[in-house]
């Protein structure tokens, strides 16, 4: 319509019969079959920063200044545009596919838009538990958290069968960084890969550890009772430390080639 005049379309709308403007209503069946009803996808990027989180029971666990974002940068694991080819602190590179299917399960996929990994950072300062009863003390649990990595692919299944919430996901860390000061102990370049990633034949198809998840509501096992119920049948990764440092000192390097943890079941409620 562009350059079409409002005086002329108007004229137009004028002379056309009344039954070429009429507007009918429609019904369900014909609502049913109109095609294009394929989902929602959501393009995404975004960096989250809180300057503390506090969970209170009677005393508190306080964490300061967490941030979630882009690693700003695109090479990983020695694999130069792995992430992509613009650096950025936001994650970003996310298409969010949301579907609902004829037998009423509902899907989210989490996929990149262009094909490559999303890269992400995740820092903190102390954790800190804090006392309740007047007397000021507490313990810093965990400080200067700092990890970067890749996020292959991610899914959520609803199923309205079995009310069971399906997760997977496919991610690897390559550095990983934090202190436990009342421990006396820090760890620097804690690194997780997919299990079958050789370091002396590397190859980006094994580099990310496949995680599954089934989440739902279940009885608790010690006594009556709905409970939040995480079965995980199966998670393998390789796990390495650059350096364990105890008492400011390091004492070494650790790897843990092929870690699994296999049939594992979480209940959880309160108290």
């Known amino acids: 319509m562009k350059g079409l005049k409002p005086t002329v379309l108007a004229l137009c709308i004028a002379g056309a019969p009344p039954a070429a403007l009429a507007f009918q209503p429609l019904d369900e069946t014909t609502m049913g079959n109109i095609t294009g009803q394929a989902g929602v996808t959501i393009e995404l990027e975004t960096k989250v920063d809180i300057g503390r989180f506090t969970y209170t029971d009677e005393g508190s666990l306080a964490i300061s200044d967490i941030s979630i974002g882009g690693a700003e940068r695109t090479d990983f694991f020695g694999y130069n545009g792995l992430a992509g080819t613009a650096a950025s602190d936001r994650l970003d590179n996310i298409k969010i596919d949301i579907d609902v299917y004829s037998d009423g399960d509902a899907v989210i996929n989490l996929l990149p838009i262009q094909f490559a990994a999303v890269d992400f ?3 903190s300062g102390s954790w800190e538990l804090l006392s309740s009863d007047g007397s000021s003390d507490k313990t810093t ?24 919430l399906n997760f997977r996901g496919a991610f690897a860390i390559e550095v990983m960084d934090f202190d436990v000061p009342f421990l006396a102990v820090g760890v620097r370049g804690l690194q997780i890969t997919g299990a079958d990633y050789d370091l002396r034949r590397p190859s980006p198809l094994d580099l990310f550890a496949e995680v599954e998840l089934d989440v739902y509501k279940a009885a608790r096992q010690a006594s009556g009772g709905d409970a939040l119920a995480i079965d995980m049948s199966a998670f393998r990764a390789d796990v390495g430390i650059e350096e364990v440092i105890v008492g400011q000192h390091s004492i070494g390097k650790v790897f843990m080639d092929d870690l699994a943890v296999n049939n594992t079941a979480m209940r959880i409620y309160g108290h």
């Open 141 to 164: 649990l965990l400080d200067n958290f700092f990890a970067e990595g890749v996020i292959g692919r991610s899914s959520i299944e609803i199923d309205t069968a079995t009310d069971v």
């Open 121 to 123: 950072r995740i820092t």
